[in-house]
């Protein structure tokens, strides 16, 4: 029993070396991973549609394509680019989220089990994430333009993060709240049940990423599903 309060002390006091490892880990897993199921889709935009410049009509999140082209101009090859991306990426989510963890270590582990080895394949998503939590703080703290415009550049790299802006309904006071959530919620669930092509058709002119999702057989048959 001592042996075990002694290790748990020593691990106490070297969390931050503990932490440091657990990056490392989670940095050569990300940065070193050639065989997912994203990556030769994203290596085929990089190496070929951005070069002919037809990036965007593959890759219509103006931020990624930029960041493309940026990396095409300093002559980086795609697995130095999603390198340096990824590299970005943890040091940002690791910096928004030490903002809200006390006890980091032990939600990094658990983390580095689920759901960082998602991440990995959709890195663009987790740029965007990483740069939500960063955003977060400054959501708190009332400074609401610097929340805006971090999840618009968050939307640019992976436009499902603009989806992140209703985090602002949360200062919202509790009686307004209430109200928002529950004519959202009769909308939302009028709309997916009477007639989801009208949903799909809306979208489609403001966002046209989302209304391929939406007009998938499986949500046509099934679009309950995805209001969870």
């Not at 400074?143 to 939307?155: E, Q």
Request: hydrophobic share 50%; charged share 15%; glycine share 4%.
């Amino acid at each position: 029993m001592e042996n075990y309060k002694e290790k748990v002390q020593l691990l106490k006091n070297n969390s931050y070396w503990v932490e440091i490892i657990i990056f490392l880990v989670m940095w050569v897993i990300a940065v070193f991973n050639y065989s997912n199921a994203d990556y030769e889709s994203y290596r085929l935009i990089y190496d070929y549609y951005i070069p002919n410049g037809t990036g965007l009509s593959v890759m219509p999140d103006i931020g990624y394509y930029a960041l493309c082209v940026i990396g095409h101009y300093f002559g980086l090859t795609y697995q130095s680019f999603r390198g340096i991306y990824i590299t970005f990426a943890l040091l940002i989510f690791i910096k928004g989220f030490s903002y809200f963890a006390k006890n980091k270590k032990n939600i990094y582990i658990l983390y580095l089990i689920f759901p960082f080895l998602m991440e990995v394949v959709q890195y663009r998503f987790f740029m965007a994430v990483s740069i939500m939590l960063y955003a977060l703080p400054y959501l708190k703290e009332g400074h609401y333009k610097k929340f805006i415009i971090l999840i618009i550049l968050a939307a640019s790299l992976h436009f499902s993060a603009i989806i992140y802006l209703l985090f602002l309904l949360c200062m919202i006071e509790e009686k307004k709240m209430k109200y928002l959530v529950g004519c959202i919620v009769i909308a939302e669930t009028g709309i997916f049940l009477v007639a989801p092509t009208v949903l799909n058709d809306m979208l489609g002119k403001f966002i046209p990423q989302l209304s391929i999702y939406l007009n998938s057989d499986s949500y046509t048959k099934n679009p309950l599903k995805y209001c969870y």
